[in-house]
């Protein structure tokens, strides 16, 4: 969490100094995610009415006045989608020239416009750019000499097809809590004792403990309902970005070793999920397989009794015993 906080706050900080014309919003919402080394960033864009209707004017001598020369609605439209496309490769620009020591690997944006539905009068904000951009990718690229517009097409980003329409497309990331069935919280830690042994706790206790432990650490997080989404125990965003980008919890409240299986099935999860991220909690342990396992796919984090134990005491400031210690390994000859 403190690698994430230290890459986003300069990031962000390099972002609110970034200047544009006047009438141009200047909001963000920015995130790291240490796992895949990705910068998370979704960016407010000017609406359609940044562009003038009027291409110029022209002074009318014989009748002292001025009459306005209209701009062409498909030049309006062709502007506005260039407009929104230099906006979006300078944010990415920024980001990747912002990160000197190179602890990015590559940014995800997401580009949204605040505006009034016109057909019910509401406010929504729909996305209307989205792009996923490597820094090798990015860094071969003279943005001095490119077409906005066509530079976007080569990224493989994903554009709306009417833009000045406000025609929205769907974020290559997004944050949805629509997928799965949460359920009221309880809280667990006002009722421990001065040191609770974990294995005690029924198993909802544990997993409200659990969610408890992500909020303590800075994250917003849910509990889901029992048997309604493929063993997801709760599910977890952080508060500063935009997150579109949602951490699975899977919590075993075990006192034997927790199988290979168990690390396969979240892998799963987080697939179909299409989660930024895994975590499996246990008040056991895993074995050498379970680690082998999530350190190749990459994005599962597994955290074991002793570490749950530590973290606990770090953020909830509570003492408690996880459960029994593994058995001690036989040398191997």
Same mark, same amino acid.
């Given at each position: 969490?403190?690698?994430?906080?230290?890459?986003?706050?300069?990031?962000?900080?390099?972002?609110?100094?970034?200047?544009?014309?006047?009438?141009?919003?200047?909001?963000?919402?920015?995130?790291?995610?240490?796992?895949?080394?990705?910068?998370?960033? @979704?960016?407010?864009?000017?609406?359609?009415?940044?562009?003038?209707?009027?291409?110029?004017?022209?002074?009318?001598?014989?009748?002292? @006045?001025?009459?306005?020369? +209209?701009?062409?609605?498909?030049?309006?439209?062709?502007?506005?989608?260039?407009?929104?496309?230099?906006?979006?490769?300078?944010?990415?620009?920024?980001?990747?020239?912002?990160?000197?020591?190179?602890?990015?690997?590559?940014?995800?944006?997401?580009?949204?416009?605040?505006?009034?539905?016109?057909?019910?009068?509401?406010?929504?904000?729909?996305?209307?750019?989205?792009?996923?951009?490597?820094?090798?990718?990015?860094?071969?690229?003279?943005?001095?000499?490119?077409?906005?517009?066509?530079?976007?097409?080569?990224?493989?980003?994903?554009?709306?097809?009417?833009?000045? /329409?406000?025609?929205?497309?769907?974020?290559?990331?997004?944050?949805?809590?629509?997928?799965?069935?949460?359920?009221?919280?309880? /809280?667990?830690?006002?009722?421990?004792?001065?040191?609770?042994?974990?294995?005690?706790?029924?198993?909802?206790?544990?997993?409200?403990?659990?969610?408890?432990?992500?909020?303590?650490?800075?994250?917003?997080?849910?509990?889901?309902?029992?048997?309604? /989404? @493929?063993?997801? /125990?709760?599910?977890?965003?952080?508060?500063? +970005?935009?997150?579109?980008? @949602?951490?699975?919890?899977?919590?075993?409240?075990?006192?034997?070793?927790?199988?290979?299986?168990?690390?396969?099935?979240?892998?799963?999860?987080?697939?179909?999920?299409?989660?930024?991220?895994?975590?499996?909690?246990?008040?056991?342990?895993?074995?050498?397989?379970?680690?082998?396992?999530?350190?190749?796919?990459?994005?599962?984090?597994?955290?074991?009794?002793?570490?749950?134990?530590?973290?606990?005491?770090?953020?909830?400031?509570?003492?408690?015993?996880?459960?029994?210690?593994?058995?001690?390994?036989?040398?191997?000859?």
């Amino acid at each position: 969490m403190r690698t994430a906080t230290l890459v986003q706050h300069p990031l962000g900080a390099v972002l609110d100094a970034s200047e544009y014309p006047l009438g141009f919003p200047h909001e963000h919402r920015i995130a790291f995610r240490p796992a895949t080394g990705d910068v998370l960033v @979704e960016i407010h864009l000017p609406p359609e009415a940044i562009v003038p209707t009027a291409r110029g004017y022209r002074y009318v001598k014989n009748r002292d @006045e001025t009459t306005v020369l +209209p701009r062409p609605e498909k030049e309006r439209k062709e502007i506005y989608a260039s407009v929104l496309a230099q906006v979006a490769l300078r944010t990415v620009h920024e980001v990747l020239t912002s990160d000197p020591d190179r602890i990015v690997n590559g940014v995800i944006l997401n580009g949204h416009v605040r505006t009034i539905d016109r057909a019910t009068g509401q406010e929504v904000s729909p996305c209307l750019v989205t792009l996923s951009a490597s820094r090798e990718q990015f860094g071969k690229l003279r943005l001095s000499q490119v077409d906005p517009a066509q530079c976007l097409k080569g990224l493989n980003a994903l554009v709306s097809p009417n833009p000045y /329409d406000l025609e929205p497309i769907r974020p290559i990331v997004e944050f949805d809590l629509s997928k799965y069935r949460l359920m009221d919280s309880m /809280d667990v830690v006002a009722g421990l004792d001065s040191r609770p042994v974990l294995v005690k706790l029924t198993p909802t206790e544990f997993e409200h403990l659990i969610r408890q432990l992500f909020e303590a650490i800075g994250m917003e997080a849910w509990n889901t309902q029992a048997s309604k /989404d @493929e063993g997801v /125990d709760a599910v977890a965003v952080s508060k500063d +970005p935009v997150f579109n980008g @949602e951490c699975i919890i899977q919590a075993k409240r075990y006192s034997k070793l927790v199988g290979v299986e168990s690390v396969q099935a979240l892998a799963g999860v987080v697939e179909h999920k299409r989660a930024a991220k895994g975590v499996l909690i246990t008040t056991s342990w895993f074995g050498r397989a379970s680690h082998d396992f999530a350190r190749q796919h990459g994005r599962l984090q597994l955290i074991e009794g002793p570490e749950l134990k530590y973290l606990i005491k770090e953020h909830l400031g509570k003492d408690v015993i996880p459960g029994p210690v593994p058995p001690k390994r036989r040398p191997t000859r």
